[in-house]
């Protein structure tokens, strides 16, 4: 077939050599245009003698008519069209009749009278509409047929919000005077919290690579490198659990400064967040965003990464408790345990059906009940309030700050078992209140962590962050005495109960991360065999210096208001961790695995 000459003028940017124009882009300036146009067939329409297409690309849609007076050949193929179909239509641009404009379409006041149509492509009709985007499909399906997930619009907007974010962040550390540099995907493994994705190697018979958890290391060698300022949009593979901020696979914003310290990096931090606000939502942020010590953060709300949106903070009532004659309460504190309370605002309209719910909700956390009470016009109510004389009852509404109409809640265990319990309960509580309004952007940086903390198992140190992380001058003189109360350089950014992201600033005195490596239990050996490189290039004139790293999914799905970080991924990993389109992990041929000298065990796993 002769290809069909385009018209000489495009308007277009996008003109190539089938299109002259994209899909959302024709107005009434365009009248009597002729032009020609490619996408899918949204939808059709037969009105008796004349069809109607609703053609689709990433840009927009365009209507076009078929009309037998006009091109009866033309009108023949377009009977035949359907669902998905992908075609190249030419014609000339009109206006449409009178009431028949269409405000939801960029281009709706205009339509395009096709008289040459040629089918590119047929498809099979699609296992899901792709005419509405907000049509509930189950995500399983979604994800065996991504590319067509993605065609319906949805997901298409958020990968170009996602785009646009990248492009401001490549464009704000390039203006101050930040290097772009890609680390290597295959390393070596080093502990960083979570499991090694490892790739065997062919050449090197039983020894293995692994793939990066964050380039850790290798931004701080270029620091010692003398490259100052660094960056990196970096591929980051962890083998943890998922959820729905999680995957194996994820994508980092990476930076690393020399010569600096904390404020230094907020500042940097502060600046970025600003500009992207501004330019992908037109949200003005106010410099200085709120601090909290971790301390803090865990006694008020449980956990590192609260939420402000809404308050119901946790208040410490254990010396209340202890003084009533509730044996439940008694016996957890004599036990070693503590008593926590939130008080709900206008909680008391909750049912005791609904409290109930509460009690199972926190069950499922490991909270084996929830205590309540409420606050009416004369005083505290609920079967528990007996057993609190008149001024413990008056302590508690003045500690929790109870006004008539408020519910209190409260929570006794272990201190971790009630702060995990209540930092889910306050969460889901305010999704009933609806008290997480949408468009409320709270940005908070918590800080001061604990260098070490405990291993469940074991009860040995283990590094919170990384083993990197700078103690706090002030704390030095605790690594030998008090371990667990040495504080560590480090900074997180939250925002609205999510972690945005995470720093330090670095060990950059051999000695200072020879003594850390050891009070983690690593001997000379170990210390050698994982990080003699790295130990070696902190000899050589390592300056003082920090970073931080952004998760750039957790940010693209807050900012397009997303619920999971799958929908701004093109092709992400289910919630087990596999690929339903490319049905992966796969098993590889005998012959594979004996270029890698792999023996596979057969399961035991019934």
Not at 15 to 39: A, F, W
Not at 103 to 122: M, N, P
Not at 192 to 220: M, N, T
Not at 431 to 449: N, S, Y
């Amino acid at each position: 077939m002769t290809r069909t000459k385009l018209p000489e003028k495009a308007p277009s940017s996008r003109r190539t050599t089938l299109r002259t124009h994209h899909l959302g882009e024709l107005n009434l300036s365009d009248i009597d245009s002729h032009v020609s146009l490619c996408g899918w067939v949204h939808r059709r329409r037969d009105h008796g003698g004349l069809i109607f297409i609703d053609l689709r690309d990433r840009y927009g849609i365009t209507q076009l008519v078929f009309d037998p007076k006009l091109d009866q050949h033309s009108h023949d193929l377009a009977q035949l069209l359907r669902s998905e179909w992908n075609i190249q239509v030419e014609g000339r641009v009109r206006a449409r009749g009178e009431g028949l404009t269409n405000e939801k379409l960029a281009t709706g006041q205009i339509e395009v009278e096709a008289t040459k149509l040629k089918i590119l492509s047929k498809s099979k009709t699609p296992p899901f509409s792709l005419c509405d985007d907000k049509i509930d499909v189950n995500e399983d399906l979604r994800l065996t047929y991504r590319y067509l997930d993605i065609r319906r619009g949805e997901i298409l907007e958020r990968m170009l919000t996602r785009h646009k974010i990248v492009k401001i962040i490549r464009d704000f550390f390039d203006r101050r005077g930040f290097c772009e540099v890609e680390t290597p995907i295959l390393t070596k493994s080093t502990p960083e919290g979570a499991r090694d994705y490892i790739v065997p190697s062919r050449v090197h018979e039983g020894k293995f690579y692994a793939l990066p958890q964050s380039p850790q290391l290798f931004k701080q060698l270029l620091m010692i490198s003398g490259l100052d300022r660094y960056f990196q949009i970096a591929r980051c593979f962890r083998d943890e659990d998922l959820r729905a901020d999680r995957q194996p696979e994820f994508t980092q914003l990476d930076i690393e400064m020399s010569f600096i310290d904390k404020a230094d990096i907020i500042d940097m931090i502060e600046d970025l967040m600003i500009e992207i606000f501004d330019k992908i939502l037109g949200v003005q942020l106010k410099k200085g965003f709120r601090h909290m010590p971790y301390s803090e953060a865990m006694e008020k709300y449980g956990c590192d990464k609260p939420d402000l949106r809404f308050g119901m903070e946790f208040h410490r009532v254990t010396d209340i408790a202890e003084k009533s004659e509730f044996s439940v309460f008694r016996d957890q504190i004599a036990a070693g345990g503590i008593v926590k309370a939130i008080c709900v605002k206008n909680g008391a309209a909750f049912s005791r059906k609904d409290i109930d719910d509460f009690t199972t909700f926190v069950n499922k956390l490991g909270l084996s009940g929830l205590a309540w009470m409420k606050m009416g016009d004369e005083g505290l109510s609920s079967s528990i309030v007996k057993f609190f004389s008149e001024p413990l009852q008056k302590e508690l509404i003045k500690r929790l700050d109870v006004e008539v109409g408020d519910l209190i809640l409260f929570g006794a265990d272990s201190l971790g078992v009630v702060n995990q319990a209540f930092d889910h309960l306050r969460r889901h509580i305010a999704d009933l209140q609806g008290l997480k309004k949408e468009g409320d952007w709270k940005l908070l940086w918590v800080d001061d962590f604990p260098l070490f903390e405990k291993d469940k198992e074991s009860g040995l140190p283990t590094s919170v962050h990384h083993p990197f992380t700078s103690p706090l001058k002030e704390d030095f003189n605790k690594l030998h005495s008090d371990i667990f109360n040495v504080r560590s350089n480090a900074y997180d950014l939250v925002l609205n109960g999510f972690e945005l992201g995470g720093g330090s600033i670095r060990i950059h005195d051999s000695e200072i991360q020879r003594t850390i490596f050891e009070l983690l239990r690593l001997t000379p050996d170990d210390i050698t065999n994982r990080f003699g490189f790295f130990m070696e290039a902190l000899n050589y004139g390592t300056p003082p210096h920090g970073g931080i790293a952004f998760g750039i999914d957790r940010i693209a799905m807050l900012m397009a208001g997303a619920s999971s970080i799958r929908d701004v991924i093109c092709f992400p990993k289910t919630q087990r961790a596999t690929d339903a389109m490319m049905d992966c992990p796969s098993t590889i041929s005998h012959h594979q695995l004996d270029e890698l000298h792999i023996r596979v065990k057969e399961s035991k796993r019934g």
